[in-house]
Every structure is written in structure tokens, then in C-alpha cells.
């Protein structure tokens, strides 16, 4: 199977014065005092009032004063909560299970990672045989005294012996690329800085890998904030420097371009997949590199440019010689897999071997000379296995409604992995015989919880337009639809990213505490392919925010909770979806938990990757998107005198892909016009970024806080006894 790990750029802020005091909700707060500058910008004829522009410099010793006392006052205002202890040791013991990752083999050796129970960071581990204790390849445990060292995308040799890895700190896009022998652990001197949205790739001699880097950012720029443009593919020898790694492929004239290599299994080709930001197209070009690494040249005259016309998303599955298996949405917006002869690449020669169906086709592998096609089937997971004609083989069989992940391997190999989760479902890892199509439970964690307590379900609900949407619904079985439940509503709907089910001992613990745990499959996701993405972005974006409302009245209408029993969730650009919501709703919902949340979207593309963020947005350039994205800006549709619901802003200071300051600026303005008694808080992880690599401990105490937080202000029980909360006694539901 083509081993190449395409990373989405994913991909996922006047005061002066002191808000309201809270009346019924606890001592009042009083905020610190924002300062209000003179800023207005004009875009495309659409006058903007930035008052607290200078919350972007994350730098600058106000902004870090800014930090302390906003922490200062959310902090009081949490630990004050009698529950939130309690909900801690709760999240602290379920936690603590043994958590063990899908193996995989390389060369005579099987990897995997494990995590005993509350280590920060989970281990990775190597072994000649799954029957015996593996040994320790690399622990980021013991690399920080924090944890906020995770180890990153990695790729191991073919023949087993060597990996390179990255590793990123405090929670940073940014990472390092390390090299260690399996065998001895080893660390090697090789070390290759400034990468960012493109792990390594092994050749098949093991020699060299390629990767994706940037320029390292000029003295006196703050890495954390700075646009990342103009992407260059490397190929790096073991041994040199970086500064002697051989430039493969850039595109000068292009800024915006984006470059993920990786190398066929049989070794042959270099895969080059050409992205623009984090527009589901791509261009694929090819290197053959059977006979060494070429260099880039102006006449770019070393790469294929097998399709250039960023028509539509292909991906490489496998090769057998010049006959490339591809999958792409070329023509069939919920993907089909088709071979190219890359020696009569035209389309009237292409062959369809599994074509478009109902449902979603995610991805594809090859494994015991067969594909691999994995589905999406109303937001949950169908494995298919087709001969390498396309003729259908059979059908893998899961335990209930649920995500299946894994499958991996090369073409030869009859053995293989996955995992089975959902919501009620711990991740159980499953040992494949693709000769005979029988699953064996291979490692089965031991939680404390009992999957047959609680209820999943499915149903479908209208949303403005009529469209039909699809959501999960999970909580304790026997529940009363009587609209008095604790409900969380989370949702993303963006950037062709689909939400499938899956276990969450955080949300475990939601659902013990009484609460209804709902997901809404929203349009701008991928759970319906292309047209379902296109449905939910640029010009469609409302439909989204639509869609969440929609998911809102209904959970109210069918009588799972009320407006104060109702929480809405999200982050990165579910934290946008919660913003926007919360602005344009805010007589829905009981509380509101937008994190590492887009708030800003005059100017989100003047940081990191923001930019990349455009083909869902709308460009920048376009007066009429402009027009568009500032109707619905969580920012910029704040109200003075609006009663807002209980919201808990959560950010991190390391956050490179959202900057913080959406954050910061979000919560200044909404703590300027909350017009209602409810708090208006914002919580700032410190050595924390986007959440990818986020230890742990860090993990518990935040979800600690976000549970007790809702309990407080969405009037569950106020003590914790045995952490079941129910509703008070007195606590009667009203007419909706």
C-alpha cells in the first residue's frame, strides 16, 4: 500500500468597561479592563472597527498582562465550582486504561504505540513477534517535564531498521525530524528544522527520505504568527546536513502551493501531490527515482506532471509498473478508484475499476492482492473488498454503528489491523486474515464503564432549507424526553472533514453525569462526498450554521432538553460554527463552548496558514465574500445589551494554525456587550497549541473545567456525590 500521509491543511479573538454582574449564577465577575484602541479598516467599501487590534501581538508584555488576568478570573470563577473536583477524579480514573495503537510491520518487525494509562504522551514500541513485550522505541515522556512534547508524523524504512520521526513542541505545527535505529535506539545526528505539514518519506533503500519544509522565518519575525508560504519538497540524505538536502520540487510563481511527497512500495516513483491551500483538488506529478533523486530545474523537465489542471482530488493508492490505481472524485463526487497508464494518461484510457456508489468512498488500499475500499454509509464506516479487477470479494462485519480505521499493510501481505469505536465502544483493535475474511479481537481495552448502559442512535432532522441531517445521539438508556436533560450539541461542518463515531472518556463522563451527548453531521463535512462540502462553504457557509440551529430545535422540539439545558461545542472551525451560532441564536442555548474558534474572518488570513482557509472561506480579494464572511463573523456580529449564553472560551498561547488572538479579541468584545447575567469567560492554555500532541494531564483539566462549567450554568446539581448529576429536584421544564 502507498504509503503517504497527505496532511489537511485543515485542517481547524469595548472594553474599558466591566461587564454585568452575574445575578443568579454565582458571586458577579468583574473583568479586567480591556484597552480600546482607535482601528478601523475598510474592506471593500465595508468599514471595520478593530478596538482591540493590539491583541495580536502575542509578544508584547500587555498582551501577556492581558493573559494573566483574564486566566486570573476564569481560574477563581472554576475552582469555585463544588463539582469540578469531583468530575476530575472521575475523568482521572476512567482515563487511566491502557491505551494501545494499531501495529503495523516493516521489514520482520511490528510497531505500535502504548500508552499505560495516564502518561502524557503515548510510547512507541517495537517487536519481533506481537506474543512477546515490545521495547521501547521512543518515549516523549522523557523529553519535556511537562509532556508538551509529542511525537509527530514518522515513517519507518522498509526494511525495518531505521525511523525518522518528527517531534513537535507545545502543542506547534511546527516540528523537528529526528533519525534512530530500531535495534541499538540510536539517535542519529541528522536533524531537519522548519518542517510543517509534511512528514517524511522514506526511499526504498533506506538512504534518504523526502519531506516538506519552509524557509526558516527572517530574524526579528515571530514564527508563531507569520504567514507560511511558498512550501518547498526536499530529499535528504542520512549523514549530510540540511543545508547540502537536495531541492526537488517548489513553485516560485506560486506562493500558495503546498508539496507532500511520498515514494510507491515498490520504490520505483517519487509521488509529488500538489495542493492550494486546503481546496479538496490537487495536481499529482511523479518522479521516477529507480535511478536516484533529480534535482528541480527551471524547465522542471525531472517531474511528470501527470494531472495538472486542479480539476478535481486524486490520491495514489498503488502501483503495478506504470499502471497507477487512483482514487479520485474526478467526475464522481463520492469517489471511484480508476487505473492510469501513465505512459497513456489521457481520460478516454483510463479504466474504472471500482466505481462511484451510494455512499462516500473515504480511501482505498491494497493488501493479499486485493483493494481495500472503506466507505462512509450515513456517517458511519462500511469496509468493502474487491478483486484487483473490481469485482466484489465480501464485506467486513463491525460490531454495531460505528468507525472502523486501519486496514494497513503492503499489496503481499494477508494480514492486517483495525480498529472498531463508537461512542458507547472503547477503540478495540481487530487482528484481519484477508484469506478468510475472519476478524480476531487482538486488544481489547478495560475501562470502567459498561458499553451497554448507554444508547446510540441515529436520526435524521430538517434543517431550514429542508435538507435532511443526519446526527448521533448518545446518553445513558431510560432517559426521560421530558426537556429536562443536560444536552452538548457538537458540531464542525467544514473542510470536507466528516464526524464519524467514536469513543471519548470525556464524553463518557457526560454521559454519566446524566448529560445527552449529540452530533450533528453538518453540510460543509465530507460525510456525503463533494457536493456535500460544496453545500456548506464559500457562499453556502449559512447553510451550516443553519443546519446546527436546525440540529438545536429539534433536540428542543423532541423533548431531549430545553434552551437552558442546551450547550453548543466546537473547535477550530467548530469553534467559528459555535460563534456564529451563539451571535446570531443567542436566545438558543444555555451555554456555549467555542474553542481555538476562528472568530476574526476580516483578517484570519494574515497569520499562519489562515490563508489556506480561502476555499472554504472565500478569498480575501472577493468583495462579495467579504460581504458574506463579515455577516456571519462571531467578531463582528457581537451586540452591546444582547444577553449572550454562558460562554467558555478556550485557547492555547502556542496555537500557530488559530492564532489566539481570534480568541482574545472574541472574548474582549463579548465580555464588552454581554448584556445578561451570564459568565463571559476565556480559558489560555499556556505551552498548548491547536490540541494535536496535548498531554494527558492538560487534556483532564480542561475537560474538568469545560464539565464543570456547564454544570454550574446549565443548573445541573451543584455537589457531585457519586459523579452522577441529575437534575435538581425543583428544576421543572417550561413550555417551549
Given at each position: 500500500m502507498f504509503r503517504f500521509t497527505r496532511v489537511v491543511i485543515a485542517s481547524i479573538l469595548m472594553a474599558g468597561l466591566a461587564a454585568p454582574a452575574l445575578a443568579d449564577k454565582g458571586p458577579s465577575i468583574a473583568y479586567p479592563k480591556t484597552k480600546v484602541v482607535d482601528q478601523t479598516d475598510e474592506y471593500h467599501g465595508i468599514k471595520v472597527a478593530d478596538p482591540y487590534r493590539w491583541l495580536e501581538d502575542l509578544d508584547s508584555a500587555e498582551t501577556a498582562e492581558w493573559v494573566k488576568s483574564q486566566n486570573d478570573v476564569t481560574f477563581a470563577y472554576l475552582k469555585s465550582i463544588p463539582a469540578r473536583d469531583k468530575i476530575a477524579k472521575r475523568l482521572t480514573k476512567l482515563w487511566d486504561y491502557e491505551k494501545f495503537g494499531m501495529p503495523g510491520r516493516e521489514g520482520n518487525r511490528y510497531f505500535y504505540s502504548r500508552n499505560s494509562g495516564l502518561q502524557n504522551q503515548s510510547v512507541l514500541y517495537w517487536t519481533d513477534s506481537l506474543s512477546d513485550?515490545?521495547?521501547?522505541?521512543?518515549?516523549?515522556?522523557?523529553?519535556?517535564?511537562?509532556g508538551t512534547v509529542a511525537l509527530g508524523a514518522s515513517d519507518i524504512s522498509d526494511d525495518g531498521e531505521k525511523i525518522a520521526y518528527c517531534l513537535n513542541s507545545a502543542g506547534s505545527d511546527w516540528a523537528d525530524i529526528h533519525v534512530r535505529e530500531v535495534a541499538s535506539g540510536k539517535e542519529l545526528p541528522d536533524v531537519i528544522k522548519w518542517v510543517k505539514f509534511g512528514g517524511p518519506s522514506w526511499t526504498k533503500d533506506g538512504k534518504g527520505f523526502f519531506y516538506s519544509a519552509f524557509d526558516e522565518p527572517k530574524a526579528g519575525t515571530n514564527a508563531m504568527e507569520a504567514a507560511n508560504y511558498f512550501q518547498k519538497l526536499y530529499y535528504h540524505r542520512l549523514g549530510e546536513p540540511q543545508s547540502k538536502d537536495t531541492l526537488v520540487y517548489h513553485s516560485p510563481e506560486h506562493k500558495d502551493w503546498g508539496f507532500g511527497g511520498g515514494v510507491t512500495d515498490d520504490g520505483r516513483?517519487?509521488?509529488?501531490?500538489?495542493?492550494?491551500?486546503?481546496?479538496?483538488?490537487?495536481?499529482?506529478?511523479?518522479?521516477?527515482?529507480?535511478?536516484?533523486?533529480?534535482p528541480y530545474k527551471d524547465d522542471q523537465s525531472t517531474v511528470v506532471k501527470l494531472f495538472d489542471d486542479f480539476d478535481a482530488q486524486y490520491s495514489v493508492v498503488d502501483n503495478d509498473g506504470t499502471t497507477f490505481w487512483i482514487h479520485t472524485d474526478k467526475d464522481a463526487p463520492r469517489g471511484k478508484l480508476i487505473a492510469v497508464d501513465?505512459?497513456?494518461?489521457?481520460?478516454?484510457?483510463?479504466?474504472?475499476?471500482?466505481?462511484?456508489?451510494t455512499d462516500t468512498l473515504q480511501g482505498v488500499g491494497t493488501l493479499n492482492n486485493m483493494f481495500v475500499a472503506s466507505y462512509l454509509h450515513d456517517a458511519y464506516t462500511?469496509?468493502?473488498?474487491?478483486?484487483?479487477?473490481?469485482?466484489?470479494?465480501?464485506?467486513?462485519?463491525?460490531?454495531?454503528?460505528?468507525?472502523?480505521g486501519g486496514f494497513g499493510g503492503k499489496r503481499h501481505e494477508t494480514e492486517t489491523f483495525y480498529a472498531f469505536t463508537s461512542f458507547n465502544v472503547p477503540p478495540t483493535i481487530y487482528r484481519y486474515d484477508m484469506?478468510?475474511?475472519?476478524?480476531?479481537?487482538?486488544?481489547?481495552?478495560?475501562?470502567?464503564?459498561?458499553?451497554?448502559?448507554?444508547?446510540?442512535?441515529?436520526?435524521?432532522y430538517p434543517s431550514k432549507d429542508g435538507t435532511k441531517i443526519p446526527m448521533f445521539l448518545a446518553h445513558k438508556k431510560g432517559i426521560a424526553l421530558d426537556g429536562n436533560n443536560p444536552t452538548?450539541?457538537?458540531?464542525?461542518?467544514?473542510?470536507?472533514i466528516s464526524l464519524t463515531p467514536s469513543f471519548s472518556v470525556s464524553n463518557a463522563v457526560w454521559m454519566e453525569m446524566g448529560g445527552v451527548y449529540a452530533v450533528a453531521n453538518l453540510r460543509g463535512g465530507g460525510e456525503y462526498g463533494k457536493a456535500w462540502h460544496d453545500a456548506g462553504r464559500l457562499k453556502n457557509k449559512q447553510n451550516v450554521f443553519d443546519d446546527f440551529i436546525g440540529a438545536a430545535e429539534w433536540l428542543i422540539s423532541n423533548k431531549y432538553t430545553r434552551k437552558e439545558k442546551l450547550a453548543i461545542f466546537g473547535g477550530s472551525n467548530g469553534g467559528l460554527l459555535v460563534g456564529a451560532c451563539m451571535t446570531q441564536r443567542p436566545d438558543l442555548f444555555g451555554a456555549a463552548l467555542p474553542v481555538v474558534g476562528v472568530m476574526d474572518m476580516m483578517r484570519f488570513d494574515k497569520f499562519t496558514i489562515g490563508w489556506a482557509w480561502q476555499s472554504d472561506y472565500g478569498k480575501s480579494d472577493d468583495p462579495e465574500m467579504m460581504k458574506i464572511r463579515h455577516s456571519y463573523s462571531p467578531l463582528h456580529n457581537l451586540k452591546k445589551g444582547t444577553a449572550y449564553p454562558a460562554t467558555l472560551i478556550t485557547t492555547g498561547d502556542h496555537d500557530d494554525r488559530v492564532?489566539?488572538?481570534?480568541?482574545?479579541?472574541?472574548?474582549?468584545?463579548?465580555?464588552?456587550?454581554?448584556?445578561?447575567?451570564a459568565p463571559c469567560l476565556i480559558r489560555i492554555e499556556t505551552r498548548a497549541g491547536h490540541g494535536a500532541g496535548k498531554p494527558t494531564a492538560k487534556i483532564i483539566e480542561e475537560t474538568a473545567d469545560r464539565w464543570a462549567f456547564l454544570v454550574k450554568n446549565l443548573n445541573m446539581a451543584d455537589d457531585v456525590p457519586s459523579i452522577s448529576i441529575e437534575a435538581k429536584k425543583d428544576d421543572k421544564p417550561t413550555t417551549n
Open positions: 513485550d515490545g521495547r521501547i522505541l521512543i518515549d516523549p515522556n522523557t523529553l519535556s517535564a511537562d516513483y517519487l509521488i509529488i501531490s500538489v495542493s492550494q491551500g486546503t481546496e479538496r483538488k490537487n495536481r499529482l506529478y511523479f518522479q521516477d527515482i529507480s535511478m536516484g533523486v533529480q501513465i505512459a497513456r494518461p489521457a481520460k478516454e484510457n483510463w479504466r474504472e475499476l471500482i466505481p462511484q456508489s462500511q469496509v468493502k473488498i474487491f478483486d484487483l479487477t473490481g469485482k466484489p470479494v465480501r464485506e467486513v462485519k463491525f460490531p454495531g454503528i460505528g468507525t472502523a484469506k478468510t475474511g475472519n476478524s480476531t479481537v487482538f486488544r481489547q481495552p478495560k475501562v470502567d464503564i459498561k458499553p451497554e448502559d448507554f444508547e446510540v442512535r441515529q436520526v435524521f452538548l450539541l457538537y458540531g464542525y461542518g467544514g473542510f470536507n492564532v489566539p488572538s481570534h480568541s482574545f479579541k472574541f472574548a474582549a468584545q463579548l465580555q464588552a456587550d454581554q448584556g445578561g447575567p
